[in-house]
């Protein structure tokens, strides 16, 4: 059930639209698979380091029984945010946008998907979010959690990857449309994750 719960978070994330998701095709189109897989490893390891900062930030609370209410809410909360967000996103004109960083070399691409990934502060709390989730409504600790969160991110950069591969293979069928059609997915998957941990914590 752990592997279940987190291929379905998984693969939520995985088409959650962002400037990461446009860097990593804007990156694959341009300059190739090979630099799109660097900056999906640079990806991997920001999310790796919000994750254990969203764990070591909760873990000091989540087994006081006073606080699991609040987190439980709290977490449900963000959750909802970014599903509500990401159905206003839908109905907007997406455009790629590249982003530079001026590193050089081997590393560049590592580094840019690594900032990138995580100037914003958006992302820990969607990592603040899934970590309450993880915790609280499904009780995940120990090894379990590590599993959860290990699926998650194995998910995730295998997705990154393919989204990197596609991008320069069916070019023609990233289309704005196509966009929206993600967005309002993930809005009203995250929504629901979030309404369920409300159900769950009332």
């Known amino acids: 059930m752990v592997v279940v719960n987190a291929l ?3 693969l939520v994330l995985a088409v959650l639209i962002g400037p990461v998701f446009f860097t990593l095709l804007q990156t694959s189109i341009e300059k190739g698979l090979n630099k799109a897989i660097l900056v999906a490893i640079g990806i991997f390891f920001s999310d790796v380091v ?3 900062l969203a764990y070591f930030g909760l873990s000091q609370f989540i087994n006081d029984s006073e606080y699991k209410e609040w987190i439980g809410y709290t977490g449900g909360g963000i959750l909802i945010v970014f599903g509500i967000v990401s159905l206003f996103k839908s109905r907007k004109k997406t455009n790629i946008v590249h982003r530079s960083v001026s590193v050089k070399g081997f590393f560049r691409y590592i580094f840019k998907g690594f900032i990138i990934n995580g100037v914003s502060p958006f992302v820990l709390l969607f990592w603040l979010g899934a970590m ?4 609280i409504e499904y009780g995940y600790s120990g090894e379990t959690l590590v599993l959860f ?3 998650i991110m194995l998910i995730v950069f295998i997705t990154d990857v393919i989204k990197a591969y596609l991008a320069g ?3 023609a069928l990233i289309t704005p449309r196509l966009f929206t059609i993600l967005n309002v997915a993930v809005g009203l998957a995250l929504i629901a994750f979030g309404l369920r941990m409300f159900v769950y914590s009332w």
Do not use: E, W
């Not at 309450?132 to 915790?135: E, G, H, I, K």
């Open 132 to 135: 309450s989730m993880a915790t």
């Open 50 to 52: 919000y994750i254990n």
């Open 149 to 151: 969160f290990g699926v």
């Open 169 to 171: 293979k069916l070019r």
């Open 8 to 10: 379905i978070f998984g």
